[in-house]
């Protein structure tokens, strides 16, 4: 069973939050709690959010307990980006991307092992 939680509009670019969703894919979700909580970004503390969400979708909505779960999938998507100018010398004007992303992560239930 999967269970998914997403941000979406987040005003951070996808690339930033994309490298520290690296770090947490196929992690138990403490252990990727924990490595959120001692990353030192602005993009960690956004997904640390999304991923406190999509646990307790997964206590309140399926009744998964948390010690059997695991980041199946972390990601940051595209957003609609602001465009904006700049003006630059001689009159011409020079374009700023202000991009946004979507931020995503998918829970899935451990197979546990009976003796």
Known sequence: MEVKATAKYVRISPLKVNYICREI?????DEALNILRFTNKKGARLLSDVLKS???NAE????LS???LIVKKAFAN???TMKRWRPKAKGAAYPILKRSS???VVLTQEEVEEA
Do not use: S
């Open 60 to 63: 309140n909505n399926n009744g």
């Open 25 to 29: 894919r196929g992690k138990q979700v």
């Open 102 to 104: 979507h931020i995503g």
């Open 66 to 68: 948390r010690e059997n």
């Open 78 to 80: 595209d957003a609609p």
């Open 54 to 56: 999509a646990i307790a």
